[in-house]
């Protein structure tokens, strides 16, 4: 038996089966993996940010010891292979598609940002690959370059790419204008924030990898990679790159250690490993090392935003305006496009009754390393700056920022934005009475005054965050521009002996699906979860699948799952009323035991999975042999996770330093799987958020293009002693629109908590405004200031 009760099923806190095998280094990562024969291949990358390549002579390097071949942009065009693509296709308000440059895996006659890719060198050791490297010599005329956002538009700025005349992509607006303008007009109060949403630079743990190899027999491609979603990478690189046929293209992503949005996408180095596997009739290894990494990830956020908030005499919001220049880097990466405008625009109501929202996002080319999904994705940033102009509100009108959250808060459901998004079910208020009884909010003053004592600074912050998860509905986003559909398969393999395989499109990747996914199938089947295999990350042994990002494998992956489970039920309850003589109505199937109703007739779970097999005296018309079904799940809704996190901090002005004394987060995941995974998944996702707001930030020198944050000497990642221990609570409402009432959790902490420790940082310095990250240098300038202001007042 394996419900609830028995500490396995839906809503148990069970430890996560894989765990065994990663922390006693039996995990199967793709730099574990060695082929025969295999070679290893080494990048030159561009040590410029801009630049024209007058020459390439590789001759010096194919001499060197060890080579096997070098391979430069011309190779790859000669082979008639195409550039990376954008999956998602933005309109302009002026109805123009969004302006594409070219994307070559390897650069052709330019380079557009320190790290760009200019040669491949495969040899028998990566120390021969890297030596002869260095033998390459490309003749390149530098050229100015543009990595400010807010400059890179001017008429004068170096040009990215000449299809995009001014750096501009796309001028992409949602809302309605005029709405919006006439609510500013009967406004009694507008609140008015410029605000910079950091750029932060992806640092999953395992760095990108790939292995190519091409079987010359069968003419059949494999790429082992560092994917989030292998069928995705293998319909890009087939039907879009060109590296191979569809069906001669088997794509594998081992266990992958980490993503956080950065592997969803198809990049330059693993397409040249599997192109040129072919080329040299040998297995090619790419391991990126942290250095490559830090230059060639698609990083995330960097935004650029002036929003105004109108408000009546009774602090009730009438409506948004925001304008917002968004980073895309020199190329558009996979799903770089949706991320500033369909993610982002459509979550600017907030948790809020907002009757008139209009948001204009250019979307602009600089010099830099592309920037795409990270962690939440378009909504962190959305959320950073509701958040930040509804905390400026609440100061500027004296209404407590509690207060003034409840008086706008959405309470009737569903609910229609005015940005596309339909909201289906929550409860804000419950999230913000059990975050603000948690943090202890009435004792707050008190501890404000101890603090000052102390000659600390106290301040507290509030983030009401919604955010739009488990994508998604393939209509809705095929109307919105995407190339896909975001459906999710799955298939139930009972076997013989009454185990278990599910094969899934869903990728895990640090997520423990091979432990929820199993609590769901342990719980409808009555088996024990040792006895559930979840397969993932083959795209030859699971049919189809779109992956995982966007927090969509319990709202989408683990539906489809269910959808093949109700399959299984169905056929198994069949069998059953043919094995025990009875009508299929009567059939009662429990715990893992079928029953005939008002009898003592019963069959077990393993009992009726052999029968399945042995399939004697089935009647042939009515029942096929076997036991194995598939589902395609396609989501008829987002899911609206929603909750109230609550910020603490305490700042030393003399040093600037800000230490996180409380923090409080209520989250509303709708049915909870495994708490304890969620919890995790909380966890992470403050730490990468308060890392956002306090110490992580990718520089590019301004004038060289350089990246200056290039280590981790200069990159500051959060560490164990910059986080508190996180207060974390739930409520629940149901999501409607899927068969198992789940919320995404995935994201939420990142996509929340910014704002938070903003807020915190902000009233605890008594000013509007801090930059991300708010670093002991910014915080200590703020605090001086704000002390030399109040001695001459
Ligand atoms: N879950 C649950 N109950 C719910 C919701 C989810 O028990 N109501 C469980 C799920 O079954 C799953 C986990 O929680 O085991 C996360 O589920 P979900 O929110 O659906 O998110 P995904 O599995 O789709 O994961 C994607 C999400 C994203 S978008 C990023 S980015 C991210 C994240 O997950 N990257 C991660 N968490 C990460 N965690 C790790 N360790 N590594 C990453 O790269």
Same mark, same amino acid.
């Given at each position: 038996m394996s419900d609830a009760a028995s500490g396995e099923g839906i809503g148990q806190p069970v430890r996560r089966k894989e765990d065994y095998r990663f922390i006693t280094g039996n995990g199967h990562y793709t730099d574990d993996i060695n082929r025969p024969r295999q070679t290893f291949a080494y990048f030159l990358r561009s040590p410029h940010a801009h630049a024209r390549i007058k020459s390439i002579d590789t001759s010096a390097a194919e001499a060197a010891p060890g080579v096997v071949a070098v391979f430069t942009g011309k190779h790859v065009a000669n082979d008639g292979i195409g550039g990376l693509i954008c999956?998602?296709?933005?309109?302009?308000?002026?109805?123009?598609?969004?302006?594409?440059?070219?994307?070559?895996?390897?650069?052709?006659?330019?380079?557009?940002?320190?790290?760009?890719?200019?040669?491949?060198?495969?040899?028998?050791?990566?120390?021969?690959?890297?030596?002869?490297?260095?033998?390459?010599e490309v003749d390149y005329e530098a050229l100015p370059a543009t990595v400010s956002l807010s400059s890179c538009q001017d008429g004068q700025a170096p040009q990215v790419h000449a299809e995009a005349p001014r750096n501009t992509c796309f001028e992409w607006e949602l809302g309605n204008k005029a709405e919006t303008e006439a609510a500013f007009a009967k406004a009694d109060r507008v609140v008015k924030l410029d605000l910079k949403n950091n750029r932060i630079i992806p640092n999953a743990?395992?760095?990108?990898?790939?292995?190519?190899?091409?079987?010359?027999?069968?003419?059949? &491609?494999?790429?082992?990679?560092?994917?989030?979603?292998?069928?995705?990478?293998?319909?890009?690189?087939?039907?879009?790159?060109? @590296?191979?046929?569809?069906?001669?293209?088997? @794509?594998? +992503?081992?266990?992958?250690?980490?993503?956080?949005?950065?592997?969803?996408?198809?990049?330059?180095?693993?397409? +040249?490993?599997?192109?040129?596997? /072919?080329?040299?009739?040998?297995?090619?290894?790419?391991?990126?090392?942290?250095?490559?990494?830090?230059?060639?990830?698609?990083?995330?956020?960097?935004?650029?935003?002036?929003? #105004?908030?109108?408000?009546?005499?009774?602090?009730?919001?009438?409506?948004?305006?925001?304008?917002?220049?968004?980073?895309?880097?020199?190329?558009?990466?996979?799903?770089?496009?949706?991320?500033?405008?369909?993610? &982002?625009?459509t979550l600017l109501s907030g948790q809020y009754d907002l009757p008139a929202i209009h948001v204009e996002v250019d979307g602009v080319y600089t010099h830099t390393a592309p920037v795409d999904a990270y962690r939440g994705a378009g909504r962190p940033e959305a959320t950073y700056l509701i958040e930040r102009i509804v905390e400026t509100a609440a100061r500027e009108t004296g209404i407590d920022p509690a207060e003034i959250r409840r008086r706008n808060y959405v309470k009737t459901f569903p609910?229609?934005?005015?940005?596309?998004?339909?909201?289906?079910?929550?409860?804000?208020?419950?999230?913000?009475?059990?975050?603000?009884?948690?943090?202890?909010?009435?004792?707050?003053?008190?501890? *404000? /005054?101890?603090?000052?004592?102390?000659?600390?600074?106290?301040?507290?912050?509030?983030?009401?965050?919604?955010?739009?998860?488990?994508?998604?509905?393939?209509?809705?986003?095929g109307s919105l521009g995407a190339g896909v559909g975001l459906w999710e398969s799955a298939e139930v393999r009972v076997n013989p002996t009454?185990?278990?395989?599910?094969?899934?499109?869903?990728?895990?990747?640090?997520?423990?699906?091979?432990?929820?996914?199993?609590?769901?199938?342990?719980?409808?089947?009555?088996?024990?979860?040792?006895n559930v295999e979840i397969v993932h990350g083959d795209t030859d042994k699971v049919q189809f699948g779109m992956g995982t990002y966007g927090s969509r494998s319990g709202a989408v992956g683990?539906?489809?799952?269910? *959808?093949?489970?109700?399959?299984?039920?169905?056929?198994?309850?069949?069998?059953?009323?043919?094995?025990?003589?009875?009508?299929?109505?009567?059939?009662?199937?429990?715990?893992?035991?079928?029953?005939?109703?008002?009898?003592?007739?019963?069959?077990?779970?393993?009992?009726?999975?052999?029968?399945?097999?042995?399939?004697?005296?089935?009647?042939?018309?009515?029942?096929?042999?076997?036991?194995?079904?598939? /589902?395609?799940?396609?989501?008829?809704?987002?899911?609206?996770?929603?909750?109230?996190?609550?910020?603490?901090?305490?700042?030393?002005?003399?040093?600037?330093?800000?230490?996180?004394?409380?923090?409080?987060?209520v989250d509303d995941f709708g049915t909870v799987i495994n708490p304890m995974i969620v919890e995790g998944q909380v966890h992470g996702g403050i730490a990468q958020g308060i890392g956002q707001a306090l110490l992580e930030h990718g520089v590019y020198d301004t004038d060289s293009g350089q990246l200056v944050t290039g280590s981790y000497?200069?990159?500051?990642?959060?560490?164990?002693?910059?986080?508190?221990?996180?207060?974390?609570?739930?409520?629940?409402?149901?999501?409607?629109?899927?068969?198992?009432?789940?919320?995404?959790?995935?994201?939420?902490?990142?996509?929340?908590?910014?704002?938070?420790?903003?807020?915190?940082?902000?009233?605890?310095?008594?000013?509007? #405004?801090?930059?991300m990250p708010a670093t002991p240098a910014r915080i200590w300038e703020a605090a001086q200031a704000a002390t030399s202001r109040a001695a001459a007042e």
């Open positions: 999956g998602w296709t933005v309109t302009s308000k002026d109805g123009t598609p969004m302006k594409v440059g070219p994307h070559p895996i390897l650069a052709l006659d330019t380079v557009r940002y320190v790290g760009d890719h200019v040669a491949m060198v495969v040899a028998e050791t990566l120390a021969d690959a890297r030596a002869a490297a260095e033998l390459i743990m395992e760095p990108r990898a790939a292995i190519g190899e091409f079987d010359k027999g069968t003419g059949i &491609y494999t790429l082992h990679t560092t994917s989030q979603n292998p069928h995705v990478a293998r319909l890009v690189l087939s039907a879009f790159v060109g @590296v191979a046929p569809e069906h001669k293209l088997r @794509v594998i +992503a081992p266990d992958v250690g980490g993503g956080f949005g950065s592997k969803i996408f198809i990049y330059a180095e693993e397409t +040249a490993c599997v192109w040129a596997a /072919a080329k040299v009739g040998r297995p090619i290894k790419w391991t990126a090392d942290r250095s490559e990494a830090f230059l060639s990830d698609a990083h995330g956020r960097d935004h650029l935003s002036h929003a #105004e908030l109108a408000l009546d005499k009774d602090g009730r919001f009438l409506g948004l305006r925001v304008k917002t220049i968004a980073n895309l880097g020199a190329y558009l990466s996979t799903f770089s496009a949706a991320v500033p405008t369909y993610l &982002y625009g609910h229609q934005t005015p940005v596309i998004m339909n909201y289906d079910a929550g409860d804000y208020a419950a999230s913000l009475d059990a975050a603000l009884d948690a943090i202890d909010y009435k004792g707050f003053p008190a501890r *404000k /005054a101890e603090a000052a004592r102390r000659g600390m600074l106290r301040g507290i912050g509030f983030s009401s965050y919604i955010e739009a998860c488990g994508l998604a509905p393939s209509a809705a986003v009454g185990n278990i395989e599910v094969l899934t499109g869903s990728h895990s990747h640090g997520q423990g699906h091979e432990t929820t996914f199993a609590q769901l199938v342990a719980s409808r089947l009555g088996v024990p979860l040792a683990m539906s489809a799952i269910a *959808k093949a489970l109700d399959k299984i039920e169905a056929k198994a309850k069949k069998i059953a009323a043919h094995l025990m003589e009875a009508a299929v109505e009567d059939i009662v199937f429990e715990n893992g035991v079928f029953t005939v109703q008002g009898t003592d007739k019963s069959l077990a779970w393993a009992e009726l999975s052999l029968a399945a097999y042995t399939a004697h005296g089935f009647p042939s018309a009515d029942i096929e042999p076997g036991l194995k079904e598939g /589902a395609f799940y396609d989501p008829t809704n987002f899911t609206f996770p929603a909750g109230c996190h609550i910020c603490e901090v305490e700042i030393d002005p003399d040093t600037g330093i800000v230490k996180i004394a409380k923090f409080v987060a000497m200069d990159y500051c990642m959060p560490r164990a002693d910059d986080l508190p221990s996180f207060t974390l609570g739930f409520t629940k409402t149901e999501c409607p629109s899927n068969p198992l009432g789940m919320k995404g959790c995935g994201e939420a902490g990142a996509i929340a908590s910014p704002p938070a420790v903003i807020n915190a940082v902000t009233d605890a310095l008594g000013i509007r #405004e801090i930059e």
